[in-house]
């Protein structure tokens, strides 16, 4: 059921975050390369090819008391630009726990390193928008 909103014009104290839960998105871009060993001779997937990435999250919760928001964007973002930094212009075949890197194994490495800078983690996407190729990880 969605939330009903008062008028804003006429009833100020709808406008109090207060309570209320929220879920807040960032992302940042890197770019890396990779391959899948896995795959037979001649499949264009093992050979050694890069990507522009787009990293997401999404934290989520109630406003904090006194702060008027749920996480603030600066933090959210310099914790996004570290992770990326990690794997921007990086073989992440040599990334431990990405020697197979797939986006759902990209997701799940992302939000291990997140959560402990980031306790309402919700949700990391990574994306591939170039190919419109996009993993949520529901966290």
């Not at 890197?30 to 899948?36: Q, R």
């Amino acid at each position: 059921m969605a939330t009903e909103l008062a008028n804003p014009q006429t009833d100020r104290a709808s406008l109090t975050p207060e309570g209320r839960v929220f879920a807040i998105t960032k992302s940042v871009n890197f770019e890396a390369a990779h391959y899948m060993g896995g795959k037979p001779e001649g499949h264009p997937y093992r050979n050694v090819h890069g990507h522009s990435f787009l990293l997401e999250a999404t934290v989520s919760g109630t406003v904090r008391p006194g702060e008027q928001w749920v996480e603030d964007f600066s933090h959210l973002t310099a914790s996004l630009e570290a992770t990326a930094a990690k794997l921007d212009h990086k073989l992440l075949n040599d990334i431990d726990g990405l020697d197979v890197p797939t986006l759902e194994r990209i997701c799940l490495w992302a939000a291990a390193d997140l959560a402990p800078l980031l306790p309402g983690l919700a949700r990391v996407a990574v994306a591939r928008p170039s190919l419109n190729e996009r993993c949520e990880l529901v966290i």
